[in-house]
Structure formats: structure tokens, C-alpha cells
């Protein structure tokens, strides 16, 4: 009995190419900001809006919430 697994990019057992791994990346570096700029929003203190703006200035240094 044999079992066929699909052999497409994100199974692969080989890894992924180099393009693939750069949309994956944007891909959840868009995720990760859009989650951020909620919390941004609903944050309610200063210190909570500070620690938000350092996380996203690490994740992507060129990205305002104002």
C-alpha cells in the first residue's frame, strides 16, 4: 500500500525557494501588523500604546500608527 503526499511548496520536505520565503514573510509581517494596529487602537493607556509602537518598530522600522 502506498501513500501519495502532495509534494506542493508548504509540505515540501525540501524547504522552500527563496521567493516563496520572502512572500511568506511579508505575508505574516502584514498579518502581525494588522493584529498590532488593532491593539494600537483599542489600547488605553500610554504605556500600553508605547509598548505596542516597539513592537511594530521592530517588526517593520518604517511603519507609523499615528
Known sequence: MAIFIDQTEETSPMGRVERSREIARRRSRR???TK???AYAEA???SEKTD???KVR???P???LD
Do not use: M, N, P
Open 31 to 33: 498579518a502581525k501588523l
Open 36 to 38: 498590532l494596529r488593532k
Open 44 to 46: 488605553k493607556t500610554e
Open 52 to 54: 505596542i509602537q516597539e
Open 58 to 60: 521592530k517588526l517593520s
Open 62 to 64: 518604517l511603519v507609523t
